[in-house]
T-cell receptor, first 115, second 108 residues
Framework: GAVVSQHPSRVICKSGTSVKIECRSLDFQATTMFWYRQFPKQSLMLMATSNEGSKATYEQGVEKDKFLINHASLTLSTLTVTSAHPEDSSFYIC???????????FGSGTRLTVV | GQQVMQIPQYQHVQEGEDFTTYCNSSTTLSNIQWYKQRPGGHPVFLIQLVKSGEVKKQKRLTFQFGEAKKNSSLHITATQTTDVGTYFCAGGAQKLVFGQGTRLTINP
């Protein structure tokens, strides 16, 4: 079945630094990638939607200059959290859809801790 | 915007008891999807319902899509400890909007 590989699975960074999270679709072409964040015991909140080769569409309240999304190829999308602060600590998950996938395939998530 | 509401938020059952979670959308959905997230894990796709009134089964799990395509339910018969996790419904055409999830815990 469709697989999305997300790295890193865990990252601890210092306040003020930037962190890049990668999501790769391994056996299908991800025409659309979605980025979510999830706080403990809460639901997934959509941050942005990106289509290959075009700018991401951000949800209301999500700062596009802080959460940089790049979807340069049909198999790779990246989320960069710039100038991270402790309140950015969360579980970030990508999901992808495209030909060869049924439903939305989620990556395994990245637990970001900003200290 | 579109809202997807899910109840109950938590459900604790004895192993062997049945479990149901309900999902309601503020707007008509083109389809609804269900996901399971184990503690510490990521959401895993279970099923997608598309047709009005559709019912699908996966072993002990029964999924229903309402006639008006605004509500859905997931029913688990005779729960087992492996069913523990949070069950999310999600709907939307261009993007998925997730319900709050129902966290199922089971007393063995």
């Amino acid at each position: 079945g469709a697989v999305v590989s997300q790295h890193p699975s865990r990252v601890i960074c210092k306040s003020g630094t930037s962190v890049k999270i990668e999501c790769r679709s391994l056996d299908f072409q991800a025409t659309t990638m979605f980025w979510y964040r999830q706080f403990p015991k809460q639901s997934l909140m959509l941050m942005a939607t990106s289509n290959e080769g075009s700018k991401a569409t951000y949800e209301q309240g999500v700062e596009k200059d802080k959460f940089l999304i790049n979807h340069a190829s049909l198999t790779l999308s990246t989320l960069t959290v710039t100038s991270a602060h402790p309140e950015d600590s969360s579980f970030y998950i990508c999901s992808a859809s495209g030909q060869g996938s049924y439903g939305y395939t989620f990556g395994s998530g990245t637990r970001l801790t900003v200290v | 915007g579109q809202q997807v509401m899910q109840i109950p938020q938590y459900q604790h059952v004895q192993e062997g008891e049945d479990f149901t979670t309900y999902c309601n959308s503020s707007t008509t959905l083109s389809n609804i999807q269900w996901y399971k997230q184990r503690p510490g894990g990521h959401p895993v796709f279970l099923i997608q319902l598309v047709k009005s009134g559709e019912v699908k089964k996966q072993k002990r799990l029964t999924f229903q899509f309402g006639e008006a395509k605004k509500n859905s339910s997931l029913h688990i018969t005779a729960t087992q400890t492996t069913d523990v996790g949070t069950y999310f419904c999600a709907g939307g055409a261009q993007k998925l909007v997730f319900g709050q999830g129902t966290r199922l815990t089971i007393n063995p």
